[in-house]
């Protein structure tokens, strides 16, 4: 039996290979990179019965049609997006029959940024380093899919196409209550550097996968100099002279030299994640 | 000395101290004996970062660190890299005329120092040298080249380095070299880790 492809049609604004990403080479200069939003990713390969490392595509504010070469189940996850299946308007958050030929669209989601396409049996681009992730950062991983691009489809499954219709998803907030944890360092920031997060924030359209800019109060320095470059981690919440944060995501660089106010929480990350340029989201230390 | 060890996020361990001979010492300590649960870690300017698969290990982690301590800093030397240096950079005559040294001095003294692979970042195999002649620390350039050839042999504030890959960058270009910093096909892709040793080695046509 031959394997099937996914022809890219339109990539929409940016469509791009994620799985579980590159963790553990930091000594090479390797960003963790993989999926923003990993429980919309684990979800999407579950409701198609992939394993949970199978490579599935992020889709950025949608826009993305693909073509696929023969039958198979997909499913759309993440943010909210309209899927059409050969004509035929599907829920998301379920799994999606596509027969052999057939179109399948991807609109623009009503909210989020971030939708996630599996598709039974995996993208097997070939991997990089251990993952099939794109690093925006470093280049590492397959370029951003472009219009005209073939992309074979593997065979990682795990078990059946999840018997559902669709899986409960709670609906993304308005303005997310971003939770984070401060860093003990006393000395970088003034007493009272906290009170800005009184009021929420803009997330700045120049924002990505590598880190999200906020516009809003300005967060006090008490020192202007930049800390010995150390390590970092996604959701590292940087405060450079200006003031404005930038929360760092999964191409985040390795190291960096600007002194960190706090990081996002686990549980939140997924929100931050889903926060679209534009929107509004608020900061909580707890 | 006890570490000082902070929580750096819920999955995270900062353990800051005195220096890059410090966090390299200890980066090697944790990675033979690393807690439950590492993921990764990153050696530093003066810290280490120790990365955890989830908040549980990394709690569990913070007490055991903080009763170690940093270990002799005289370890065992890491592996020799010698780099074939062609002495051509961009900037090689601005950078002698603002230190007031000849060419050659500027070349001499580069060359005959040994290096330190302090830390990595910025790119993939893009590797912070430390040992650099302190007559020669000049801060980077006020405007940052938008294209920066790979290999180039260049140097900012401390450190010297290679760049891997062609990239934006603001560093001083004192040459270039033909040894691939980064090589997708080779393990591990990256020439130069944390704790080796590297040696520009002048090539003369």
Known sequence: MTSGTVEIVRPGPLTTVQDNGRPGLARLGVSPSGACDRPAYHLANRLVGNAPDAAALEVTLGGLVVRFSQSGWVAVTGAPAPVVSAGRACAPYGPVFVPAGGVLKIGVPAAGLRSYLAVRGGIAVPPVLGSRSTDMLTGIGPAPLQAGQIVPIGDATAGPVAPVDLAPVAPLPQEPVIEIQPLDRPGWFADNALDALRDSYRVSPDTNRIGMRLQGNVIERARQDEIPSEGHVAGAIQIPPSGQPVIFLADHPVTGGYPVLGVVRARSFPLLAQARPGQRLRLRVT | ?205
Do not use: C, N
């Open chain 2, 1 to 205: 000395m006890s570490l000082r060890v902070l929580a750096y996020g819920e999955r995270a361990l900062l353990i800051e101290v005195a220096d890059h001979h410090e966090a390299l010492a200890l980066y090697d300590d944790i990675r033979r004996e690393p807690p439950v649960g590492v993921v990764d870690l990153v050696s530093a300017a003066a810290s280490v970062l120790v990365v955890f698969a989830d908040e549980e290990s990394a709690q569990a982690a913070s007490s055991t660190l903080r009763t170690r301590s940093v270990p002799r800093v005289d370890r065992a030397v890491g592996d020799l890299v010698e780099v074939p240096a062609h002495y051509d950079g961009a900037d090689l005559g601005e950078v002698a005329e603002s230190l007031g040294m000849s060419v050659e001095e500027v070349v001499r003294r580069h060359e005959i120092a040994e290096y330190l692979v302090a830390f990595v970042g910025f790119a993939p195999g893009f590797a912070y040298l430390t040992g650099l002649d302190p007559a020669l620390h000049m801060p980077r350039r006020s405007v940052p080249r938008t294209r920066v050839p790979a290999g180039s042999i260049a140097m900012a504030g401390e450190y010297t380095a290679v760049y891997p890959r062609e990239s934006p960058g603001g560093w001083r270009l004192l040459g270039h070299t033909t040894l691939d910093m980064w090589d997708l096909d080779r393990e591990p892709p990256a020439l130069l880790q944390p704790g080796m040793r590297v040696r520009f080695r002048r090539v003369t046509r």
